[in-house]
């Protein structure tokens, strides 16, 4: 009999959403004619931009026509997408990265995953809890980790709680870790770094010769100019870094599927031979697994950096803000302490009384008949906390916020 990868049976109950929409789909049955207002999964709601939209038209054009037609594109993304890249998310901004150093992909989700491949199963491996599931999931499917103890924490992992006691903010570890999962702004908390703090994480990866993996996907929400977006804004960081990036909540592609992630062509890791560049392995790996975005995806992400383009995915990213702005006015002024929401599109709620986070996921949806996301979906120091996504109609943001002010 074939055998299965028996880490997979390592992995909790089920991924965080595909339980949610269990829970939701169980209450639908029993009240049919509930008018339910989603504000869990952070799925954008609002249409593409009409740039995007137009560039992919022309390029579905394009490829019914002998001459405009393209097969299989380059795997790493075709080179005017990535030069747009460089110079709109990096250059501009003062950061040294080179078209040749982005990989355009689906979606950093797959990314953060797959980046997995190329790095040593032994490595020690470094988490923020609460945190995105999808870090500690694939470290676990890969067989980087123990079994799950008491707390749902896995054994193998080094855990860096955060909450209000901290800011939100990581202890820098005081022992050795050889990868760093950083995200910010930070999904579940709505939490940022300023310059200084991400200097000391590029300090201390340099100082202990770590990888940190720097999620920015939401980088697009920060208000704040003087908050960096990208982890190679602060010094050092081309040699410790690798950076996810994604076209899925600023421009609305997370049914389109287009992303991409920096590597350093200066960055090295340690084989059994000695120091090996890590670009080499991730083009080996994407040449070898991965067949590349397609090219009429491709000119529609290209567009964004059109000047059409960015007015309007600056006009989405201000009416998600707006959203977020409602939810945490709407929310204190009910009571609850709140947090994150002014440079990402999540609301971070202490839950109310004595309710744990489920508990109060199943409250909201049963009396308000709104969804919403368990801060212990995310990790043990999650619980006591509920997440809440800007990513809505006003109609149903409005909506949902009287509801829940009405409780």
Request: aromatic letters at 12%; one cysteine or more; proline letters at 5%.
């Amino acid at each position: 009999m074939v055998k299965v990868n028996s880490n997979y049976l390592k992995l909790q109950a089920g991924y965080l959403f595909p339980e949610i929409a269990r829970r939701v789909n169980s209450f639908k049955q029993a009240s049919p004619n509930a008018d339910l207002i989603r504000l869990g999964i952070g799925d954008v709601t609002e249409p593409l931009p009409p740039a995007c939209r137009e560039a992919m038209k022309a390029a579905i054009d394009e490829m019914g026509t002998t001459e405009g037609f393209r097969g299989y594109g380059p795997e790493q993304g075709y080179i005017w997408l990535r030069e747009a890249i460089a110079k709109e998310e990096f250059q501009k901004r003062g950061c040294e990265v080179d078209p040749d150093e982005i990989f355009i992909s689906d979606g950093s989700k797959c990314d953060s995953s797959n980046i997995l491949d190329i790095l040593d199963i032994e490595n020690r491996i470094a988490v923020t809890d609460p945190v995105y599931p999808v870090y500690v999931d694939s470290n676990v499917m890969s067989g980087r980790t123990g079994p799950a103890g008491d707390l749902g924490r896995y054994g193998g992992l080094l855990y860096l709680p955060i909450g209000a006691e901290n800011s939100f903010q990581a202890t820098i570890p005081d022992q050795k870790v050889d990868l760093i999962y950083l995200c910010f702004p930070n999904n579940p908390t709505g939490a940022v770094a300023n310059k200084e703090q991400l200097q000391n994480w590029v300090n201390y990866a340099k100082r202990n010769e770590a990888l940190i993996l720097f999620d920015a996907a939401y980088e697009a929400f920060i208000q704040d100019k003087a908050l960096p977006h990208s982890i190679y804004e602060i010094e050092g960081a081309r040699d410790c870094a690798i950076e996810f990036r994604s076209f899925s909540k600023n421009a609305g592609f997370t049914g389109i599927r287009c992303a991409y992630t920096v590597i350093p062509k200066d960055l090295v890791g340690q084989s059994v031979d000695g120091k090996v560049d890590l670009w080499s392995l991730w083009n080996r790996r994407q040449s070898t697994k991965f067949n590349g975005v397609s090219y009429v995806v491709q000119r529609g992400a290209e567009a964004a950096y059109s000047s059409e383009g960015k007015a309007q995915i600056s006009t989405l990213v201000n009416f998600y803000m707006e959203n977020a702005s409602i939810i945490r006015r709407d929310l204190s002024a009910a009571g609850l302490t709140v947090y994150g929401g002014e440079h990402a599109p999540y609301v971070w709620i202490k839950t109310p009384k004595d309710f744990d986070s489920w508990d109060f996921f199943d409250y909201l949806l049963k009396n308000a008949n709104v969804v919403g996301t368990p801060g212990s979906g995310f990790g043990a120091a999650g619980e006591g906390y509920f997440r809440l996504s800007a990513f809505n109609s006003r109609e149903n943001v409005v909506k949902a916020m009287n509801r829940i002010s009405s409780l």
